[in-house]
């Protein structure tokens, strides 16, 4: 490494003045705007911790999404917080969905899950299971002649649907045996009246 270069002294009139060494000299080019520099991320991904009340079996109530209100029985519990749910849809019209752990109540009610196939509920867990189909963007001609008119209606893949019967026929048929009016109380819709209080329900 150089040594930096001394600065030159150079006389104007009766005094002198010190040059610095163009090396030394400040650019005279500027950003219009700060340049951020990125943070540096200490923390590394964790396991999502899950709470006790979640177990495979349990009644949950959903708060928020398309189902808000509904109750569903807990099938697994998948990466980074996910819960995998089902209604079942027989009862409730939810199907097989994966969930946000934060946003549902669990109650002390419990499902028997015995009997029920545990490759469908592994092959449900996967992430391509609940993938979107890419649809061809349509150009030129065709997407202008197809402006205003309605939208396909989405068609659900043939082995969900099979999927979806086979877990509700095992679930059905233990509400069954233990408590019929299970049916009843999943087919209902939880939500609040005046004068609730939600930190005093024991659910």
């Known amino acids: 490494m150089s040594a930096p270069q001394e600065p030159t002294t150079k006389k104007f009139g009766k005094g002198e003045r010190s040059i610095p060494h163009p090396s030394q000299k400040a650019s005279k080019y500027y950003p219009a705007e700060d340049e951020k520099a990125a943070r540096k991320v200490r923390k590394g991904i964790r396991p999502a911790k899950v709470r006790a009340s979640l177990q495979p079996g349990t009644v949950l109530i959903l708060l928020a999404g398309r189902f808000r209100g509904k109750r569903v029985i807990l099938l697994k519990h998948l990466p980074q917080g996910v819960l995998l749910v089902t209604g079942p849809f027989k009862v409730n019209g939810v199907p097989l969905r994966r969930v946000n752990a934060r946003y549902v109540i669990a109650t002390q009610t419990?499902?028997?899950?015995?009997?029920?196939?545990?490759?469908?509920?592994?092959?449900?867990?996967?992430?391509?299971?609940?993938?979107?189909?890419?649809?061809?963007?349509?150009?030129?001609?065709?997407?202008?002649?197809?402006?205003?008119?309605?939208?396909?209606?989405?068609?659900?893949?043939?082995?969900?649907?099979?999927?979806?019967?086979?877990?509700?026929?095992?679930?059905?048929?233990?509400?069954?045996?233990?408590?019929?009016?299970?049916?009843?109380?999943?087919?209902?819709?939880?939500?609040?009246?005046?004068?609730?209080?939600?930190?005093?329900?024991?659910?």
């Open 110 to 203: 419990k499902v028997d899950l015995s009997g029920l196939d545990s490759s469908v509920v592994e092959k449900a867990g996967g992430e391509d299971y609940f993938a979107r189909e890419k649809k061809e963007k349509k150009t030129g001609e065709e997407a202008f002649f197809k402006q205003g008119e309605k939208p396909e209606p989405k068609k659900i893949a043939s082995n969900r649907i099979e999927d979806q019967r086979t877990v509700d026929k095992a679930i059905l048929a233990n509400i069954k045996k233990t408590d019929p009016f299970l049916i009843s109380y999943l087919g209902s819709t939880f939500s609040l009246r005046k004068g609730d209080k939600p930190h005093a329900m024991v659910f």
